[in-house]
């Protein structure tokens, strides 16, 4: 059975500073997809970023960048140079595709503060 | 503009009392979705649908029922519910395997 496991609970980090966000998955399948999820304060649920298992380039997207390593099956998320409004919850995600009906395996949220 | 619309965002009801959170999206998505998300537990999917007229039962289906009767439309409903299923709930559709999941912006239920 598929399974995410994201260690941190909360992380604290003063505004500027840069913050890695840990994700460990869990799949015996050899296709399957990896997601992130930010949910701010006002509760919705944004997509940040999607990555297959067969594309293994980690990817940078303005201050977000993202180290997929199937070796360790790891998908942390870093933020450079923290902000306030970064402050969220992120949830890592797993997908095994076609085998599982395209359910979605949430980890159980990191909670990220950025003080000022 | 894509959408996943979710009705009500807050409801506060008595326990037993059926209840019905409605879900539409424009998309023309033919999966659909419903999870829970609680504290130290994520999110959870309780029902899925591939199809019209077609729905499984997810990893928390107890206590709640859904209907598939047209492609744009997916209910959840709580036949009488109880305090344990005070949560936040979201709807989601998905275009292709493997494409990201599209959320609503959530109902927060609590039962009293």
């Known amino acids: 059975a598929q399974k995410v496991t994201q260690a941190q609970t909360e992380i604290s980090v003063v505004e500027k500073e840069d913050v890695t966000l840990d994700c460990v998955y869990e799949?015996?399948?050899?296709?399957?997809?990896l997601f992130w999820y930010k949910q701010p304060p006002s509760g919705e649920l944004v997509f940040l970023i999607r990555?297959?298992?067969?594309?293994?380039q980690n990817e940078i997207s303005g201050r977000y960048s993202w180290n997929f390593q199937k070796s360790t099956s790891s998908f942390n998320f870093t933020i450079t140079a923290s902000q306030v409004v970064d402050s969220a919850v992120y949830f890592c995600?797993?997908?095994?595709?076609?085998?599982?009906?395209?359910?979605?395996?949430f980890g159980t949220g990191t909670r990220l503060a950025v003080r000022p | 503009e894509a959408q996943v619309t979710q009705n009500p965002r807050y409801l506060i009801t008595v326990t037993g009392k059926k209840l019905t959170v409605t879900c539409s999206q424009n998309?023309?998505?033919?999966?659909m979705s419903w999870y829970r998300q609680d504290p130290g537990l994520g999110l959870r999917q309780i029902y899925y649908?591939?199809?019209?007229?077609?729905?499984d039962k997810g990893d928390v289906p107890e206590g709640y029922k859904v209907s598939r009767k047209e492609k744009r439309n997916f209910p959840l409903i709580l036949e009488s519910p109880s305090p344990n299923q005070t949560s936040l709930y979201f709807c989601?559709?998905?275009?292709?395997?493997?494409?990201?999941?599209?959320f609503g912006n959530g109902t927060r239920l609590t039962v009293t």
């Open positions: 989601a559709t998905q275009g292709q395997v493997g494409s990201p999941l599209h």
């Open positions: 799949t015996r399948d050899t296709t399957y997809y």
């Open positions: 998309m023309n998505h033919e999966y």
């Open positions: 649908s591939m199809n019209v007229e077609v729905t």
């Open positions: 995600a797993l997908s095994e595709g076609e085998s599982s009906g395209d359910k979605l395996t």
């Open positions: 990555r297959n298992s067969f594309d293994e």
